[in-house]
């Protein structure tokens, strides 16, 4: 079993910054992918960024030149620096992490980040 634990989620204005970090632990070994994800209500949940263990990045178009993903592979542990923050990146954010070996993924428990004046 893996666990993801999340935090850095909270309340910041439009402009602002913010940093997430999922931090996990279990069984994990080998090649993986870990990234985060949101969701709004009645909305499906969608990519924000990921990392391999190789560090090859993919970001959302949305947040393409204003969100920062990075991994500290001997933490287990992501980072999500988002700057520039917008109204619409209003949304629950999960942690994500799959084996690219067995294609099995986990996902977090979700931290609300919400942009407001």
């Known amino acids: 079993q893996v666990q993801l634990v999340e935090s850095g989620g909270g309340l910041v204005q439009p402009g602002g910054s913010l940093r997430l970090s999922c931090a996990a632990s279990g069984s994990i070994f080998g090649m993986y992918v870990m990234g985060w994800y949101r969701q709004t209500p009645g909305k499906q949940r969608e990519l924000v960024a990921t990392i391999d263990t190789g560090s090859s990045i993919n970001y959302a178009d949305s947040v393409k030149g204003r969100f920062i993903i990075s991994r500290d592979n001997a933490k287990k542990t992501v980072y999500l620096q988002m700057n520039s923050l917008k109204p619409e990146d209003t949304a629950v954010y999960y942690c994500?992490?799959?084996?690219?070996?067995?294609?099995?993924?986990?996902w977090g428990r979700g931290t609300q980040i919400t942009v407001s004046s």
């Open positions: 994500n992490i799959m084996s690219l070996v067995t294609l099995v993924g986990y």
